[in-house]
C-alpha cells in the first residue's frame, strides 16, 4: 500500500522588489488565509506611520539588531538603503515543526539567504505590473527622498533580474487577484507528490 | 528587462484509479472555471444512463475506434476491462495552440502514454480517502457485475503505485474541496516561473 507524508509546515518566501506591494498583499492574505503564522521582521527603521511594534516589526537599534547578528539569532538579514532588516531565527523553526505554514514577506537579498538554508521553501516572486507603476508607488509612499526613491528604482531594476531563482512569479496588477494566487500556490503545494511522498510517510487510508 | 512569457494552455491531466471520482470532480471543476476546455474522449463502452454523446464520450463501435488507432488520430488509447478509452488528438493541440487550458480526465494507461509527448503537461493523480472507501464507490455504481468490481479493485490497487509519476495528488474526500485544490493547482502552474521565462518571451511592463 502506497503511504502519504503527513502534511508539513512550508515555509512561504513571499519577495521581490521594494514598492512591488509586499505588504499590502502579504495583508490581504492574512485575512483569506488566517491559518498562516506570518513571522514578524526586525528592524532599524523608524516606524512609519500605524506600525505597531511586535504586530508590523520589531524596531531595534542598530546597536540592538548588531548583537542579533552576532549571536545568530537571525535566519536572514540584509542591510536595504541605509537599514537592517532581518528575520528572528527560532520562532520560524518552532512553527514549521509544529505543522505551521510560515510566511516571510522579506528583501530581495534576505530571500538568497533563506534559499540556501531551506531549499525546500516555496519562492514567490511578486512584481508590479510594470516598471512606471513601480516609480509610481514609491514615490506615492511620500516618505522618501528623492535620492532614495532613485536608489530604491536602481536597485529594483536589479533585483528584477533575481526573478529566475525563484519558483513563482506572481503580477501584483490587483491586490485581490494576486493574494488569490498567493493562496492557490500555497494549497497545490501541499498537494505536490514530492512534498507527500519524501521524508517520513503515514499509512494513506490506514 | 526581465521578459515573461505569455502565457500558453496548460494540458492539465486529471487521472487516477478507477472509482476515485475524475468525472464528479471534473464535473464540479467544469462549474467553477468554465474558461478551461474539457476533451471528450471516445469509447466503445456502452452509454450508462444520462450519459450523452459528444459531451460525456464519443461512442465508437471497437472497428471505429481501431480505425482512429490506425490513422493515429488518438493522443492516447487504451482497452481498459474489456472497452477501448481514448483522447481524440487534433482538438487538444488546437486548444493548447490558441492558448486554453485543456483538461483530460483520462485512465491511468492514457496518462502514461500523454507524459511522454507531453512532459510538460500538469499531472494530477485523485484518489479516494481510503480503499474501503474505494470499494464502497466502485459496488455503489452498481452497473458491473462482482467480477469486474473485483477487476478494477486489484487494479486500483496497481494503479496507485503509479503515484510517485505525477506531479500532484490530490485526494478526494469531499467532492468541493477536491475540485478546489484542482483549481488552485491550475492558477499556481500559471505562475510558475519555468513556464513563464522559457520558450518565447514577451515584455515585461512594456
Redesign the interface.
Known amino acids: ?2 503511504t ?1 507524508r503527513k502534511n508539513q509546515g512550508l515555509l512561504i518566501v513571499l519577495s521581490g522588489p521594494s514598492g512591488a506591494g509586499k505588504g499590502t498583499v502579504s495583508a490581504h492574505l492574512r485575512e483569506r488565509m488566517p491559518e498562516i503564522t506570518y513571522s514578524v521582521s526586525a528592524t532599524t527603521r523608524p516606524p512609519r506611520r500605524g506600525e505597531k511594534e511586535g504586530v508590523n516589526y520589531f524596531f531595534k537599534t542598530r546597536s540592538e539588531f548588531e548583537q542579533m547578528i552576532a549571536n545568530d539569532e537571525l535566519l536572514e538579514w540584509a542591510e536595504y538603503v541605509g537599514n537592517y532588516y532581518g528575520t528572528p531565527r527560532r520562532f520560524v523553526e518552532e512553527q514549521l515543526a509544529e505543522g505551521r505554514d510560515v510566511l516571510l514577506e522579506i528583501e530581495v537579498q534576505g530571500a538568497r539567504q533563506v534559499r540556501k538554508r531551506f531549499p525546500q521553501g516555496v519562492f ?2 511578486l ?7 513601480l516609480r509610481r508607488r514609491i514615490e506615492q509612499r511620500g516618505t522618501e527622498s528623492e535620492e532614495v526613491v532613485l536608489n530604491r528604482l536602481r536597485r529594483a ?1 536589479e533585483e ?2 533575481e ?2 531563482h ?5 503580477v501584483n496588477d490587483r491586490v485581490e487577484q494576486a493574494s ?2 498567493l ?3 500555497i ?3 501541499h ?3 514530492e512534498r ?2 519524501s521524508g517520513k510517510t503515514v499509512s ?3
Not at 127 to 133: Q, T, V, Y
Not at 166 to 170: G, K, R, T
Open positions: 500500500m502506497e502519504l514567490i516572486f512584481i508590479p505590473p510594470s516598471l512606471d507603476e531594476e528584477l533580474k526573478m529566475n525563484y519558483d513563482y512569479v506572481v488569490e494566487r493562496r492557490s500556490i494549497i497545490a503545494e498537494c505536490r507528490v507527500l511522498l494513506w487510508g490506514g
